[in-house]
């Protein structure tokens, strides 16, 4: 197939590590999350709710955000309390790779 009008700024295949998890918070929420790490976002992983099939690019200073989760996943803010706990375990330290 040829695309003659596309003008690509990036196109890469990278192997990337997926963590698929389920679980049930203290207040009755369910979540299913598929984590992505990969060496791209300056070492941020790549989270999606399944269920709503929402994505966004997280790392520590994003769970420090205000609002960010609630926003983001369309959260409560005792759910988006209860995301951020597990997160906070997942995404770890950012390391630069630059």
Do not use: C, H, W
Not at 37 to 52: C, N
Not at 75 to 97: I, K, S
């Amino acid at each position: 197939m040829l695309l003659p009008d596309f003008d690509f700024m990036s196109d890469t295949t990278e192997d990337t590590s997926t963590r698929f998890v389920t679980f049930i918070t203290p207040s009755m929420k369910r979540f299913d999350l598929a984590i992505m790490a990969t060496a791209r976002f300056y070492g941020k992983k790549l989270v999606t709710d399944l269920q709503a099939g929402r994505t966004a690019i997280i790392g520590p200073d994003d769970l420090e955000e205000e609002g960010y989760l609630e926003y983001t996943f369309k959260l409560t803010e005792e759910e988006a309390a209860d995301l951020a706990q597990f997160l906070y375990f997942v995404v770890g330290t950012v390391n630069f790779t630059d």
